[in-house]
């Protein structure tokens, strides 16, 4: 199934990847902070992912892995 | 190879070359534009390479860039030229990246003479750019020498990966004498910190670099840069004591003047007055132990520093002599030189005092 | 679990970037980074990094690299190519470093051809010193040197950078690209590869303009910076490939 691995703690919660997102399925967490203080970006619907990379291309921190399946 | 007459600025070249110099970037100005004209020539004939830059600014930071590699390259310039450069040479000097710079010396301040002057020691021996680094001079007094020490100049720069200076004035630039340019041996140094590429994975990814942003940091790496300059300091001290056996006077002086002080040595000498000569050849690490041993004698009444400048050289002297003797200062401003004549006198008006 | 489609390029230290978030340095990075390994360039690459909010890339891109002076990357690149010619020399300056106080060195070595990449990461403002006027700031554009916006009677006009690297002779290959969008940031990863491929085959100097953000400086919030990027930059500094040797 097509998924991300959002890095929590490498994550700076800039919401470019929210913008990004064609399905926006991503959003900035509302409950968890890192040990950097930031709320790190979320995915709210898994099974909606494609694995266009859209979120990992923009993404200035390089915190996304995306996978096919 | 035999002795031949060539001009300074280009010996100093040739010696460089036979060094094994393959790098030199410069830009023109009077009294040293014979050294990237000889380079442009000789360069693609050793298969070197030469780059006139756009400014002393580009070339010393060319330097910095393909010393940065580990070969061994350097610059040229002139008083206010090497103004220009100081910038870089202090990157170069905490990056500890070898290199080698000449300063042929002109009169100054500001756009200055195009003429010979010395006006450049504190520059050259305090620091001259921000921070605190040391380079290490030499001031040959002679194209001969000047070429010698070049082979040393490079040697000693790749040793303790510091900046090494050959401080002459345009006299020596510009001037013919017959010199052997000899053949030297290029003694290779480890150059792992050298950013060639990251192929070799043995060693770590190398990074050249003079930033260091935290204080800590930045305190060792001074640290680090200080105790190498104390061995520079503990080791590479050249120095030429001249007709010091019981002299009554000790005459302080390098480069060209060191010359025409020797005439001064010798026609006091006529005169039955017995004068010594101290030149330093390093003037930094400067030979304050030559000047403590000579404080120390008995025959010696004063000390007599005869510079090109408003009284540069003679804080060392100074320095060295420590208050045992007087120290008087002979010298002349902007690109005026003394004659031997001048210094006789001087030495005679410090005797009559007495 | 299969491979990845995306992960992380090896081009990359693990080091975290001290850039502010949604500032977009840290994309560029990632795209001079790949462009580098898909190449197979990255045992030869030498990186050099400016003087700048980017001072620190000697940290984040895993080759070989040198810091140099502000603005005198394009110098010190020279020196390391003479040097060992067949390495892959690229600098990565900000608009301060290489279109002020680096003028002269950047465009003496497009005009002497020197076989390198230069990036330049146009944020129209000085970011590392806290958001003063750069050569690049629009007109009207508020910094903390033009508290009242750019004035072009007292500050005279923005620069642009890649238009004027591209009438130098030697430049082989001059583009502006920017990184506000998914298919913007793929086309800037191909300007910066081309630039990469060029200089491997031996040719020319390659210049790539890339707008970026500065939100902290800007005021704005990362997706804000985004907008500003497009409605208010991308105007006066209109994408395009100004110059390609290689397609004529």
């Given at each position: 199934?097509?998924?991300?691995?959002?890095?929590?703690?490498?994550?700076?919660?800039?919401?470019?990847?929210?913008?990004?997102?064609?399905?926006?399925?991503?959003?900035?967490?509302?409950?968890?902070?890192?040990?950097?203080?930031?709320?790190?970006?979320?995915?709210?619907?898994?099974?909606?992912?494609?694995?266009?990379?859209s979120c990992a291309l923009t993404c200035p921190d390089v915190a996304i892995t995306v996978y096919k399946d | 190879?035999?002795?031949?007459?060539?001009?300074?600025?280009?010996?100093?070249?040739?010696?460089?070359?036979?060094?094994?110099?393959?790098?030199?970037?410069?830009?023109?100005?009077?009294?040293?534009?014979?050294?990237p004209e000889y380079f442009s020539i000789r360069m693609p004939e050793v298969g070197g390479t030469f780059v006139q830059a756009e400014s002393e600014v580009a070339a010393v930071n060319m330097l910095y860039g393909a010393a940065g590699t580990g070969v061994r390259a350097m610059t040229s310039s002139s008083s206010p030229g090497f103004s220009l450069k100081q910038e870089g040479i202090s990157y170069i000097a905490c990056a500890e990246i070898p290199a080698v710079v000449v300063n042929i010396m002109r009169g100054g301040p500001g756009l200055g003479s195009i003429q010979a002057s010395q006006a450049d020691y504190f520059q050259a021996t305090k620091g001259g750019g921000h921070g605190d680094y040391r380079l290490l001079v030499y001031a040959p007094a002679s194209i001969q020498e000047a070429c010698d020490l070049m082979a040393t100049a490079f040697d000693r720069s790749q040793?303790?990966?510091?900046?090494s200076m050959i401080l002459g004035d345009g006299m020596l630039g510009q001037m013919m004498e017959p010199v052997e340019i000899k053949p030297v041996e290029v003694k290779q140094y480890d150059n792992s910190w050298a950013t060639v590429g990251w192929a070799d994975k043995s060693r770590p990814r190398a990074v050249v670099n003079s930033l260091y942003i935290t204080h800590e940091e930045l305190g060792a790496v001074n640290k680090r840069l200080q105790a190498k300059y104390k061995e520079i300091a503990a080791n590479e001290v050249m120095v030429e004591e001249f007709n010091m056996d019981q002299p009554e006077f000790v005459i302080v002086a390098f480069g060209t003047v060191a010359r025409i002080a020797k005439n001064a040595v010798a026609k006091l000498k006529e005169q039955g007055i017995n004068v010594g000569l101290i030149r330093p050849i390093t003037v930094w690490p400067f030979p304050y132990c030559s000047l403590e041993k000579a404080a120390a004698m008995n025959s010696v009444k004063g000390f007599l520093t005869v510079e090109v400048s408003a009284g540069q050289l003679v804080e060392d002297v100074r320095l060295g002599v420590n208050g045992k003797k007087p120290v008087e200062l002979h010298n002349t401003l902007g690109s005026v030189y003394p004659t031997p004549d001048e210094i006789v006198e001087s030495i005679l008006a410090l005797k009559g005092r007495k | 679990m299969s491979e990845p489609v995306f992960k992380k390029?090896?081009?990359?230290?693990?080091?975290?970037?001290?850039?502010?978030?949604?500032?977009?340095?840290?994309?560029?990075?990632?795209?001079?980074?790949?462009?580098?390994?898909?190449?197979?360039?990255?045992?030869?690459?030498?990186?050099?990094?400016?003087?700048?909010?980017?001072?620190?890339?000697?940290?984040?891109?895993?080759?070989?690299?040198?810091e140099a002076a502000h603005g005198r990357a394009p110098a010190a690149a020279t020196g390391i190519k003479r040097a060992v010619p067949n390495s892959i020399v690229f600098t990565y300056q900000g608009d301060g470093d290489l279109l002020s106080i680096g003028n002269c060195e950047v465009n003496h070595a497009a005009a002497r051809g020197e076989k390198i990449c230069v990036f330049l990461i146009n944020n129209a403002i000085y970011g590392m010193t806290g958001g003063q006027m750069a050569p690049t700031t629009l007109i009207g554009m508020k910094s903390t040197t033009s508290p009242k916006g750019r004035d072009p009677e007292v500050n005279g006009y923005p620069m642009r950078g890649a238009e004027m690297l591209a009438t130098h002779e030697g430049t082989y290959y001059a583009a502006r690209v920017a990184v506000n969008n998914t298919k913007n940031i793929l086309a800037a990863k191909k300007a910066i590869k081309k630039a990469f491929e060029y200089q491997n085959a031996g040719k020319g100097l390659s210049f790539v303009e890339i707008l970026s953000t500065c939100p902290t400086n800007w005021g704005l919030s990362p997706i804000e910076s985004l907008e500003f990027l497009e409605n208010k930059m991308m105007p006066y500094y209109p994408l395009g490939v100004l110059k390609d040797k290689g397609a004529e």
């Open positions: 199934m097509p998924h991300v691995e959002i890095c929590a703690e490498t994550c700076k919660g800039c919401a470019l990847c929210v913008r990004a997102c064609p399905k926006k399925i991503l959003r900035l967490s509302p409950t968890v902070l890192n040990q950097k203080g930031y709320s790190p970006s979320e995915c709210t619907d898994p099974s909606a992912c494609t694995a266009c990379r | 190879m035999a002795r031949v007459l060539m001009k300074g600025n280009e010996a100093i070249a040739e010696a460089a070359i036979a060094a094994g110099c393959r790098f030199f970037f410069g830009y023109p100005i009077t009294p040293q534009s014979e050294v040793k303790y990966r510091c900046v | 390029t090896s081009m990359l230290t693990d080091a975290p970037t001290h850039y502010c978030p949604g500032c977009t340095h840290g994309i560029i990075h990632r795209l001079v980074a790949e462009s580098i390994e898909e190449l197979g360039l990255s045992d030869r690459a030498i990186g050099i990094a400016p003087v700048g909010c980017s001072v620190f890339a000697y940290r984040y891109f895993n080759c070989d690299m040198q």
